[in-house]
Nanobody
Framework: QVQLVESGGGLVQAGGSLKLSCAAS????????MGWYRQAPGKQRELVAQ???????NYADSVKGRFTISRDNAKNTVYLQMSSLKPEDTAVYYC???????????WGQGTQVTVSS
């Protein structure tokens, strides 16, 4: 089993920045790709950014150039640095980790990000 705990959400004005953190614990050796997803009210959960066990990253078009995902394998933590935030970035942000051995993703409990205009 893998446990994911997010932190760093909050309320910020448009144009501001926030940094989310996700600490993984448990059977860390089973996971490779980690990522951030978000879900706004009335919308489906969508990919924000992913990073594999190396340095390869993938971003949603809507956040390219504004968000940066990074990973500290020594701390079993993945980060999402969000800059130039917009009201449409308002959502619950979820950390996710892929376990290929178990054919599943693990999810955190989510952290609220609210961007005011």
């Amino acid at each position: 089993q893998v446990q994911l705990v997010e932190s760093g959400g909050g309320l910020v004005q448009a144009g501001g920045s926030l940094k989310l953190s996700c600490a993984a614990s448990g059977s860390i050796f089973m996971i490779n790709t980690m990522g951030w997803y978000r879900q706004a009210p009335g919308k489906q959960r969508e990919l924000v950014a992913q990073i594999n066990s190396g340095v390869n990253t993938n971003y949603a078009d809507s956040v390219k150039g504004r968000f940066t995902i990074s990973r500290d394998n020594a701390k079993n933590t993945v980060y999402l640095q969000m800059s130039s935030l917009k009201p449409e970035d308002t959502a619950v942000y979820y950390c996710a980790a892929r376990s290929p051995r178990e054919y599943r993703w693990y999810w955190g409990q989510g952290t609220q990000v609210t961007v005011s205009s």
